[in-house]
């Protein structure tokens, strides 16, 4: 197994959502790899925990990479995280994105939860990427 393929995959992500158009219009260009200090946009996108486990073979090194990108929003209701939610999961879901540092096999949806946090509104998605150290 190898973990050295976790900052290019956390990469290319970001960079897939800072670079997506509908997930600028919805969040204004709130995607955050970690939250800044001071006041927060009212509706933005953060990558949040991961987890990994081998996924190595006889002749591979690999790793599958369980990650969550979290949409919060200070908005009444959950229309518009909602929104932005499933842009996030559309750009990502089977994504082929290109990693500084080994080969991304395959990205998929995994599971999503809503609820409230401190008066915030919260949609925690949750995505498997299978990444190949080549």
Same mark, same amino acid.
């Given at each position: 197994?190898?973990?050295g393929?976790?900052?290019?995959?956390?990469?290319?992500?970001?960079?897939?959502l800072?670079?997506?158009?509908?997930i600028?219009?919805?969040?204004?260009?709130?995607?955050?790899?970690? !939250?800044?200090?001071?006041?927060?946009a009212?509706?933005? %996108? %953060?990558?949040?925990?991961?987890?990994?486990?081998?996924?190595s073979?006889?002749?591979?090194?690999?790793? %599958?990479?369980?990650?969550?990108?979290?949409?919060?929003?200070?908005?009444?209701?959950?229309?518009?995280?909602?929104? @932005?939610?499933?842009?996030v999961?559309?750009?990502?879901?089977?994504?082929? @994105?290109?990693?500084?540092?080994?080969?991304?096999?395959?990205? +998929?949806f @995994?599971?999503? $939860?809503?609820?409230? $946090?401190?008066?915030? +509104?919260?949609?925690? @998605?949750?995505f $498997?990427? !299978?990444?190949?150290?080549e």
């Amino acid at each position: 197994m190898s973990y050295g393929m976790s900052a290019a995959l956390q990469a290319a992500v970001f960079s897939a959502l800072s670079d997506d158009v509908a997930i600028h219009a919805l969040s204004g260009g709130a995607v955050h790899d970690a !939250l800044p200090p001071g006041p927060m946009a009212p509706l933005y %996108v %953060v990558l949040g925990p991961e987890r990994v486990r081998d996924a190595s073979d006889k002749t591979h090194a690999g790793a %599958v990479h369980d990650f969550s990108v979290t949409v919060v929003s200070q908005g009444a209701g959950f229309g518009a995280a909602k929104a @932005l939610a499933a842009a996030v999961s559309d750009r990502l879901s089977g994504a082929d @994105l290109a990693l500084s540092r080994g080969r991304l096999v395959s990205l +998929r949806f @995994l599971r999503a $939860r809503a609820g409230r $946090r401190d008066g915030a +509104r919260e949609i925690e @998605l949750w995505f $498997r990427a !299978l990444v190949d150290a080549e």
